[in-house]
């Protein structure tokens, strides 16, 4: 069966342009949580050497607590050596 050829005119037609459809306006996201019980955190990045970054993983994961408990006892006890405020003094000012 032969197929009927689409003219050169029929190609270049311009369609009439279609109305634009009414978008419904998007529902306003809920806030995001500002960060752990509601207090600012400024995040850092910490290299470790791979060595280093595995022993802390695998502390981490005998003792069942997470990397960031770990390091943020390893700052509180710097901190206290240096004769510094405590990670619980600094929270509790702010």
Avoid: C
């Amino acid at each position: 069966m032969a197929r009927k050829r689409t003219s050169l005119e029929a190609l270049l037609e311009v369609a009439e342009p279609t109305p634009p459809t009414q978008l419904r306006p998007k529902a306003a996201k809920a806030a995001p949580k500002r960060t752990i019980a509601n207090k600012p955190i400024k995040q850092q990045t910490v290299y470790l050497p791979i060595p280093v970054y595995e022993q802390l993983r695998r502390l981490a994961f005998d003792e069942r607590e997470k990397m960031h408990t770990l390091i943020m006892e390893g700052l509180d006890r710097v901190f206290q050596d240096r004769g510094l405020q405590s990670l619980a003094e600094l929270e509790a000012k702010s």
